[in-house]
């Protein structure tokens, strides 16, 4: 475990403590967030900016309690890439541009 995952877990449990989520479910809510949304946009970071938006997505996760039952996980990770790009407009205009790309002609390959 690195030192950014320590830290994520630190932060996740006191996000944790005002909310029905457990900090493990929202490491892991965060991680595959950032996951879906870096994939469409095929969207690599370095290990510091990849933390930063993992804290970011972890407190939007735990202001909107994304965690509860009533959500289904497809809506959650929408929500979260959404987010993303009002935040990130550069990205968000990458992701679009690429997701236009393989409507036109498939999945690129690099």
Wanted: glycine share 4%; charged share 25%.
């Amino acid at each position: 475990m690195s030192d950014f995952d320590r830290q994520l877990h630190r932060e996740a449990i006191d996000l944790c403590q005002t909310g029905p989520a457990t900090p493990d479910k929202l490491v892991a809510l965060a991680h595959a967030g950032l996951k879906a949304w870096a994939k469409v946009g095929n969207l690599h970071f370095p290990p510091e900016k990849r933390y930063v938006l993992l804290q970011e997505i972890m407190r939007y996760c735990a202001g909107e309690c994304l965690l509860a039952c009533c959500f289904v996980s497809e809506d959650r990770l929408e929500w979260i890439a959404d987010m993303l790009d009002a935040s990130y407009p550069r990205y968000a205009c990458t992701r679009a541009r690429l997701a236009a790309r393989r409507n036109r002609y498939g999945r690129p390959r690099f």
